[in-house]
């Protein structure tokens, strides 16, 4: 049984730092992708970033870009996403995802096959 666990969520000022981690707990053929996407408070879900497992190949939302660095550690199944300059559009349930492609990371749906339960992020 697949599980991916979230830490790192917690509230922040307005200009401040936080870094999530996301450990998985076994790596499958369906994870060429790892990532994150986020939901704010009565918004749809939207993806934050992604790697791909392979090449480290990286990809952000526009939103984030250079202020979110994602990064990946395979010996220790785990995947960041560290996220500075936070302001109070990034207050969201930040989630952790994996797919077979980052498509379905970036662009988060009934189709992303692996999530977490979600971390929240609260920037003040």
């Known amino acids: 049984h697949v599980q991916l666990v979230e830490s790192g969520g917690g509230s922040v000022q307005a200009g401040g730092s936080l870094r999530l981690s996301c450990v998985v707990s076994?790596?499958?053929?369906?994870?060429?992708?790892l990532g994150w996407f986020r939901q704010a408070p009565g918004k749809d879900l939207v993806g934050v970033a992604a790697?791909?497992?392979?090449?480290?190949?990286?990809y952000y939302a526009g939103s984030v870009r250079g202020r979110f660095t994602i990064s990946q550690d395979n010996a220790a199944n785990t995947v960041y996403l560290e996220m500075s300059s936070l302001g109070p559009a990034d207050t969201a349930i930040y989630y952790c995802?994996?797919?077979?492609?980052?498509?379905?990371?970036?662009?988060?749906?009934?189709?992303?096959?692996?999530r977490g339960q979600g971390t929240q992020v609260t920037v003040s």
């Open positions: 995802a994996a797919d077979q492609f980052c498509s379905n990371i970036l662009n988060p749906g009934p189709a992303t096959r692996y």
């Open positions: 790697i791909s497992k392979g090449d480290g190949r990286t």
């Open positions: 076994e790596y499958t053929h369906h994870m060429n992708c």
